[in-house]
């Protein structure tokens, strides 16, 4: 099970929005020493897309604002110097087995 | 660049089974081992459903095994997800999806289609 938090956050532009992850069980692979562990961006109306993968790596286009951490059963999306095109919903994902997502969190403007 | 794009009936009845199919352009089908669906009832979270490789290899979502079948067809570059004895329950947007190989493991989806909602109602 992934349980994210908060379920809203609403955060001023310019600041900092962190949301948190965390999985019922370890994510983190022995065989590779990678945690599976994935981060999605959908705004309204729009289809999922990816930010993070393996917990801290960003996707090909993606600011450079948004960064993944964490390890294990926890973990951080973190969005600096948030713009008003950041408003989303936003989940992770687990692929260590059946995968499984966060509940979502919306992110608004303040 | 890989597109994907879910086509079927946009209503089925209750009892009923829910038959979609997505094609993948811009690519061989053959060129990426998994493919997935996902699912999200109206204003609700992201659900996967169910996973096939382009060999016809088969994974489901344990909650939902016994009424999905996940099947493709190289020939024509598309897979295909059938939901059997559907109710209120499964009505959502259903997600075609991009799955990366994690080398024998599950994988994060890179690549959406824009999705298709099914609603369930008499």
């Known amino acids: 099970v992934m349980t994210q938090s908060p379920d809203t956050l609403a955060v001023s532009p310019g600041e900092t929005a962190t949301i948190n992850c965390q999985s019922s069980?370890?994510?983190?692979?022995?065989?590779?020493?990678?945690?599976?562990l994935s981060w999605y961006q959908q705004k309204s109306g729009q289809v999922p897309k990816l930010l993070i993968k393996w917990a801290s790596t960003r996707e090909s286009g993606v600011p450079d604002r948004f960064s993944g951490s964490g390890s294990g059963t926890d973990f951080t999306l973190t969005i600096s110097s948030l713009q008003a095109e950041d408003v989303a919903v936003y989940y992770c994902?687990?692929?260590?087995?059946?995968?499984?997502f966060g509940q979502g969190t919306k992110v608004e403007i303040k | 660049q890989v597109q994907l794009q879910e086509s079927g009936p946009g209503l089925v009845k209750p009892s009923g089974t829910l038959s979609l199919t997505c094609d993948v352009s811009g690519g061989s089908i053959t060129s990426n081992k998994w493919w997935s669906w996902v699912r999200q009832p109206p204003g609700k979270g992201l659900e996967w459903i169910a996973e096939i490789s382009h060999s016809g290899s088969t994974n489901y979502n344990p909650s939902l095994r016994g009424r999905v079948t996940i099947s493709v067809d190289k020939s024509k570059n598309q897979f295909s997800l059938k939901l059997n004895s559907v109710t209120a329950a499964d009505t959502a947007v259903y997600y075609c999806?991009?799955?990366?190989?994690?080398?024998?493991?599950?994988?994060?989806?890179?690549?959406w289609g824009q999705g298709t909602l099914v609603t369930v109602s008499s």
């Open positions: 069980q370890s994510v983190l692979h022995s065989s590779d020493n990678k945690n599976y």
């Open positions: 994902q687990q692929y260590y087995k059946t995968p499984t």
């Open positions: 999806a991009r799955e990366y190989d994690s080398d024998g493991y599950y994988g994060y989806f890179d690549c």
